[in-house]
């Protein structure tokens, strides 16, 4: 038996159904839902907490031309590209001229890559990332089938990822306009404490999630959820929560990935 099993708006105290018609006239009053409150944290904050986080304090940045450096094969990335840092001192690159095009089999260790204008995009496959941050200020993001570990992303624009893309330990996408779709088609590598993953859209959020993935999912627009692989964590939209097919979503008491 579950006690008062319908729950209603606030502000609705009564039922004028037929009595013989209404099955649930022994349940007045209903129980009442309070107001919900989503709130979606600010891109602008969310970005400068992370680069204040990734970057030590006296850092230099360099800057990389990718109208003049074609970066196509690994042979190029290796060449022409700034080297890479280290887990306390990460190389943090500048990129002009345009987006940033990423080859196949290249590893990206310990950066921080922001791309004045223009797309980021994984082309190909094998694209291994570690304690990476990447943004864009005037593109999107298209993923290949990436292995993140710490990842950090924000897009401007939108965000791709494919199903084969895996994630693990703190990861973090967000886009700052209310354009800013999100499509996230991959998956964490776990649902335990090991991967945790944030999904923060200005835009939709769609999640397609390939297999089991643990993690917290806000947006501020609408929120679809398709596909039948399971969910640890919560949802949260502004708009409206769509759930097309057998979509399961396991709460963790107290889980919260926002800081």
């Known amino acids: 038996m579950v006690d008062r099993a319908v729950a209603v708006a606030p502000g609705y105290l009564s ?9 649930y006239a022994n349940l007045l009053p209903p129980q009442v839902i309070e107001a919900q409150t989503v709130n979606v944290p600010v891109y602008a904050d969310l970005s400068a907490t992370e680069l204040t986080k990734r970057i030590p304090t006296g850092t230099s940045s360099v800057t990389f031309n990718a109208a003049t450096n074609s970066l196509n094969t690994v ?8 080297a890479p840092g280290t887990a306390t001192r990460p190389t ?34 094998n694209h291994n990332l570690n304690n990476v941050m990447l943004k864009t200020n005037n593109g999107n993001v298209n993923f290949a089938n990436v292995s993140a570990r710490d990842l950090s992303l924000f ?12 994630f693990s330990g703190e990861t973090l996408l967000a886009t700052g ?14 649902v335990d404490a090991n991967s945790s993953l944030r999904v923060i859209a200005n835009g939709d959020l769609t999640y397609n999630g390939a297999a089991a993935t ?11 959820f398709n596909g039948s692989s399971n969910l640890y964590g919560a949802i949260a939209a502004k708009g409206n929560i769509t759930f097309n097919g057998s979509a399961t979503v396991i709460d963790i008491p107290g889980f919260t990935t926002l800081p």
Do not use: C, M
């Open 15 to 23: 039922s004028t159904a037929n009595a013989a018609r209404n099955q």
């Open 75 to 82: 042979a190029d990335w290796t060449s022409k590209f700034p």
């Open 92 to 125: 943090v690159v500048k990129v002009t001229g345009g987006g940033l095009n990423i080859p196949s089999n290249v590893n990206l260790n310990h950066y921080v890559i922001t791309v004045e204008s223009g797309d980021i995009n994984f082309n190909g496959s």
């Open 155 to 166: 897009a401007s624009g939108s965000i791709n990822t494919n199903s084969g893309a895996r």
């Open 177 to 190: 306009t209310s354009n800013g779709n999100i499509t996230f088609n991959g998956a964490t590598n776990t």
């Open 214 to 224: 643990r993690g917290e999912l806000i947006t501020a627009k609408n929120f679809f």
